[in-house]
């Protein structure tokens, strides 16, 4: 439930937009955005058969809709809106506009018009919700408040394991979340939308997609709805796949399965990360008994178990290669591998 990444998160929207998505000035200066990218692309989207007419009226208007918001913003609240339309500006001059992205884009960028209209101002990683539901956002400074993949799959499995009271809310939060997801890496993946250091969106993580398979498996085994283990086993595929598509980099005793699919590199590994993405495809093994989770499982447990000493000081715990954990994520990772022993 912590932030992606430990410390300061990189904003250097102005140095990447102008670099390589074709923005000229940094995020938060208040100019507007010309020919958008998006416009062009849900056109060819809708005239190729890949989204309907009605899809189509409905994502140009929030679109425009959020245009004619911002040129009546001013300050921070400008600034953050502004941000979260060059974010999907970009993705879709990247040629990365696909129909199955096009709900939660959507939706983001619907949220940030309303929180930024009418909403407080937010502090670092400040997480918010909206009334009617159980998304969780959160705010990263320059990109607007986004959604919380991690979190808010971690509530469903706090939901679905605390008795019969919650499952209504359960089911409803994952309701929302399934339709979230992207085609990507040969199944239902969920991605982020945001810049985090040199990653571009889209991008996603192991942590935050084991962590939607182990709440797919405390929802099978809460309500025992098999549609929930039908959704997890296509959703297995990132975990077969190399980065930057897949999450599974092969190793020689099996797989390592990287918290970021932009930067796969060993000397970037989190390991907290790794430890928490087979927590969540054992659970699911043991609940689906899919063959394929339990392999994945067995390949990422050999590599883990290969590792481990390499972050570990003899007093404390390392966070990445080379650098200390600080107190609560040396519980966290403590406490993940007591639930893996």
């Known amino acids: 439930l912590l932030p992606l990444r430990r410390g300061v998160l990189r904003i250097a929207l102005g140095v990447i937009a102008a670099a390589l998505v074709g923005f000229a000035g940094p ?5 507007s ?27 140009l208007g929030s679109f425009n809709a959020a245009l004619r918001t911002v040129k009546r913003l001013h300050g921070t609240r400008a600034a953050e809106l502004e941000s979260v339309i060059e974010n999907l500006d970009g993705i879709a001059a990247r040629g990365m506009l696909a129909p199955s992205r096009l709900p939660v884009l959507f939706l983001t ?11 407080p101002l937010l502090s670092t990683y400040q997480r918010v919700e909206f009334p009617g539901s159980g998304l969780v956002w959160e705010y990263y400074p320059g990109q607007g408040i986004e959604l919380q993949e991690l979190a808010s799959f971690a509530t469903v499995n706090t939901l679905c394991i605390a008795g019969a009271r919650q499952h209504a809310a359960c089911a409803a939060l994952l309701s929302e979340l399934i339709p979230l997801a992207a085609n990507r890496a040969g199944g239902p993946t969920w991605e982020y939308y945001f810049q985090l250091d040199r990653g571009l969106p889209p991008w996603t993580s192991a942590m935050s997609q084991g962590t939607a398979l182990q709440a797919l ?19 297995l595929s990132a975990f077969t796949v190399a980065p930057p598509r897949g999450v599974a980099v092969r190793t020689s005793l099996g797989a390592r399965y990287v918290q ?13 990360a790794f430890l928490q993405s087979l927590i969540g495809l054992d ?14 499982f067995t390949a990422g447990n050999a590599e883990a178990q290969a590792e481990l000493s390499q972050f570990d000081t003899g007093a404390w715990s390392l966070y990445q290669p080379g650098i200390e954990d600080d107190l609560n994520y040396h519980e966290l990772v403590t406490g993940f591998l007591g639930q893996l022993c």
């Open 27 to 31: 995020a938060g200066s208040a100019r």
């Open 33 to 59: 955005v010309h020919q958008p990218a998006v416009q062009s692309e849900l056109a060819r989207l809708w005239r190729g058969g890949a989204i309907s007419s009605s899809a189509y009226s409905s994502y």
């Open 109 to 119: 960028l619907d949220r940030n018009r309303q929180w930024w209209t009418t909403g």
């Open 260 to 272: 970021y699919t932009f930067d796969p590199a060993r000397r970037d590994e989190v390991i907290n």
């Open 217 to 235: 498996a405390h929802a099978y085994e809460a309500l025992g709805n098999p549609a929930y283990l039908a959704v997890g086993n296509r959703a």
């Open 283 to 296: 659970e699911y093994a043991q609940a689906s008994r899919n063959p394929l989770a339990e392999q994945l």
